[in-house]
């Protein structure tokens, strides 16, 4: 980053775009002192080398400089979801034993800085909450300060899980796993300064993190960050700004590609979409590689072992999207039994991956840093998948949202690729309920397309009509408002699970198939 302030201080550097279009922009010499005010300042408030300092806010450029300020001190990046609430933020302060706290005034209406007030009387380390309205008055001032010497092996980032399983927990990232990841990501894509990388994932998250701030300041390309999602307001930022290169969850490519249809407009520049968090419908897909204009593709990653597999740009579009990529060049993969016998070329099994840029633990928790680990170091994913012979991966679903029907397992992820390409489905979900002749039986929760019309015998004709197994045709069918996601676009199966619990004793809509 200091290069890029040196060698090009007036390039843009980051372009924010609120709600409605409004934009605020920063040169890379506007980033780099800001950087140098809030490490100066958190300084001031007595942050040391090796302590979290934690930040909820938005996609705005002050998070850019909260971090940049907080690795020039040699401290811990701490950044928290904007979405959390009192519950899930003392729980997390308290796990990490902050003293700083910052947040914005207000955000979507939510009082953040009462909110703020209120956790600093009931966590005991939490010092000092910093209102980033505050901080405004001292924007024209330029403080240079020396960075500390950073070891490249010291916690720069500690990231809590968005809880799809219901279980947030704390994963220690260093500097230089971040870093290393970041080229490894560089490298697979092709990516240069004179890309423009598009951020619409919360910077709170591992995606907008790494895979779009730090890749944007290690490269030197500018980025795009939008602070409230909306479709419309991004896809016109990405026109205007000449974006070439997004990762983001399946949703948002959802969106852009509904826009881009409604308007009959592409995106000229869009080079690369790599869809993360959930599997890439393949009607999705292809319609994505349309309506955009840009190769589209899955990719693999989890905040524990940053990215493992990806497609590559300019391959076959079919194997782009129908599975979740190879390897990077340093990343090992494999699919083992349940003892931990590697499987042969397309045998399903149990996702593990040996990466150089893996976590250094769980916060408070080496019981479950242990048991994430295999004895020869590979990092259980908790996915089921294969792996072809030609090295391509494909996530079959979580071990946990497994159905076994009658002992016989329910390909979860092809039937909701079926069910997707339903004109009147929008999205869909399939969990296990329980049954207590069969153990488990599949449940689908859909969303319906706008106009769409679904009942229980037109699902069941059209996975029919695709020669769908009918042991694995989901029997029950519950029609929603909306999923529950994660911010990071995955899908949390745990609630709908709980949902479920409440429901299995209405049988009027489950039929077994014949």
């Known amino acids: 980053m200091g290069q890029h302030a040196r060698e090009r201080p007036d390039d843009r550097a980051v372009v924010e775009v609120g709600e409605g279009g409004a934009v605020r922009e920063w040169t890379f010499r506007q980033l780099s002192d800001a950087g140098d005010r809030w490490a100066t300042l958190l300084l001031e ?7 979290p300092v934690a930040y909820q806010l938005p996609n705005v450029l002050e998070f850019i400089g909260i971090s940049l300020g907080v690795l020039r001190i040699g401290a811990i990046c701490e950044p928290l979801m904007p979405i959390f609430r009192e519950h899930e933020l003392e ?7 902050t003293h700083v706290l910052i947040v914005p005034r207000e955000f979507r209406r939510h009082d953040h800085e009462a909110m703020a007030l209120g956790l600093r009387d009931v966590v005991p380390s939490l010092e000092h909450v910093v209102v980033l309205d505050d901080t405004k008055a001292s924007s024209d001032a330029h403080i240079r300060i020396s960075a500390s010497q950073r070891e490249e092996t010291e916690v720069a980032q500690l990231l809590f899980t968005s809880g799809s399983t219901g279980e947030p927990k704390g994963v220690l990232q260093t500097h230089a796993s971040l870093s290393l990841a970041a080229q490894m990501h560089v490298r697979h894509f092709g990516l240069t300064s004179e890309d423009v990388i598009y951020i619409p994932s919360p910077l709170a998250h ?46 948002f490519l959802a969106d852009l590609v509904r826009v881009a249809s409604e308007r009959g407009e592409t995106l000229d520049a869009l080079k690369t979409f790599v869809a993360t968090g ?5 009607e999705l897909a292809r319609e994505a590689r349309v309506a955009l204009g840009a190769d589209v593709g899955g990719a693999f990653g989890t905040t524990e072992s940053c990215l493992g597999a990806a497609f590559v740009p300019g391959e076959d579009p079919d194997r782009a999207w129908s599975t979740d990529g190879r390897a990077l060049a340093g990343i090992t993969l494999r699919i083992t039994d ?3 016998n590697p499987l042969s070329a397309g045998e399903e099994g149990n996702f593990e991956v040996l990466t150089p840029t893996l976590f250094e633990g769980y916060l408070n928790r080496p019981e479950l840093t242990a048991d994430a680990l295999t004895a020869d170091g590979y990092y259980r994913t908790g996915d089921l998948a294969r792996i072809d012979a030609d090295g391509y991966l494909k996530i079959a679903g979580r071990v946990k949202d497994v159905i076994n ?30 049954d207590e002749r069969l153990g488990e039986r599949a449940c689908a929760f859909i969303v319906l397309a706008p106009g769409g019309a679904l009942d229980f015998e037109a699902m069941q004709r059209h996975l029919d009509d695709q020669r769908v197994s009918k042991p694995y ?25 709980e949902r479920l619990r409440g429901l299995v004793g209405d049988a009027s809509a489950i039929t077994a198939p014949r």
């Not at 408030?45 to 302590?51: H, P, Q, W």
């Not at 993190?209 to 990405?238: H, K, N, R, S």
């Not at 959930?278 to 393949?282: E, G, L, Q």
């Open 473 to 497: 045709w989901p029997e029950r069918l519950e029609i929603v408002d909306q999923l529950p996601y994660t911010p990071s676009g995955k899908i949390q199966k745990f609630v709908l699970r």
């Open 278 to 282: 959930a599997a890439i419908p393949r």
């Open 45 to 51: 408030l007595g942050v040391e080398a090796g302590e």
């Open 206 to 251: 591992q995606t907008g993190f790494l895979y779009g701030m730090w890749i944007a300041l290690q490269t030197g390309a500018p980025q795009v960050i939008q602070t409230t999602w909306d479709a419309e307001v991004g896809f016109e930022a990405m026109q205007r700004t000449g974006v070439t290169f997004v990762q983001a969850a399946t949703p």
């Open 338 to 340: 349940d003892q931990g």
């Open 91 to 97: 729980f997390m302060l308290r796990a990490s034993d």
């Open 405 to 434: 029907r009658g002992g016989e397992k329910v390909p979860v992820v092809e039937v909701e690729q079926v069910l997707y390409a339903h004109p009147a489905v929008c999205e869909v979900a399939i969990v296990a309920m329980p």
